[in-house]
T-cell receptor, first 113, second 115 residues
Framework: TQLLEQSPQFLSIQEGENLTVYCNSSSVFSSLQWYRQEPGEGPVLLVTVVTGGEVKKLKRLTFQFGDARKDSSLHITAAQPGDTGLYLCAGPALRRSARQLTFGSGTQLTVLP | EAQVTQNPRYLITVTGKKLTVTCSQNMNHEYMSWYRQDPGLGLRQIYYSMNVEVTDKGDVPEGYKVSRKEKRNFPLILESPSPNQTSLYFC??????????????FGDGTRLSIL
């Protein structure tokens, strides 16, 4: 069982549609990071959420950290083909070493023109 | 340009032949780590290092070794590679003593195939 569960695993949508990706855990995280990875490259950080209930916006992307710091979501408004990629959440779980980073299994997003 | 450099990018080798994947960063980061990425499993941490001469096991350390003799370098060593170590490997670095909470800077990956 993964410490961080992401859903859905795969998502294929048309350009202009909205979507939400979820990152859930039974453990509390001190912070959560969201990354996007494109083929042939390493993940690139999008945002870090730190406070329970926090909402951060990055253009058409909205990130939310759950009040209990056990879950997070990424909402994309009016998706574009350039949003295509693997979205990963990651964080240091409080019940484990704060020096260890745990990643979710990822959501592969495809936005069709 | 700030970057994490991994070499080689691709490697096909045979079971039992020792290999080393190098990782170097030019950002003076204290925290460095190695991950493997397999389909459906995301990234799993192999080893991490808080600073020079300080290394610790991650979630999947079996069959791997690391060393941190210099701050900029963090090589991953497979003493006797086996086919189940065929994977895509990433090195990452970040700033500071609480490195896992800081943004991670990743290399472009090393695709390893062990026959």
């Amino acid at each position: 069982t993964q410490l961080l569960e992401q859903s859905p695993q795969f998502l294929s949508i048309q350009e202009g549609e909205n979507l939400t990706v979820y990152c859930n855990s039974s453990s509390v995280f001190s912070s959560l990071q969201w990354y996007r990875q494109e083929p042939g490259e390493g993940p690139v950080l999008l945002v870090t959420v730190v406070t329970g209930g926090e909402v951060k916006k990055l253009k058409r992307l909205t990130f939310q950290f759950g009040d209990a710091r056990k879950d997070s979501s990424l909402h994309i408004t009016a998706a574009q083909p350039g949003d295509t990629g693997l979205y990963l959440c990651a964080g240091p779980a409080l019940r484990r070493s704060a020096r260890q980073l745990t990643f979710g299994s990822g959501t592969q997003l495809t936005v069709l023109p | 340009e700030a970057q994490v450099t991994q070499n080689p990018r691709y490697l096909i080798t045979v079971t039992g032949k020792k290999l080393t994947v190098t990782c170097s960063q030019n950002m003076n980061h204290e925290y460095m780590s190695w991950y493997r990425q397999d389909p459906g499993l995301g990234l799993r941490q192999i080893y991490y290092s808080m600073n020079v001469e300080v290394t610790d096991k991650g979630d999947v350390p079996e069959g791997y070794k690391v060393s941190r003799k210099e701050k900029r370098n963090f090589p991953l060593i497979l003493e006797s590679p086996s086919p189940n170590q065929t994977s895509l490997y990433f090195c990452a670095s970040s700033y500071g003593g609480t490195g896992a909470q800081q943004p991670q800077h990743f290399g472009d990956g090393t695709r390893l195939s062990i026959l």
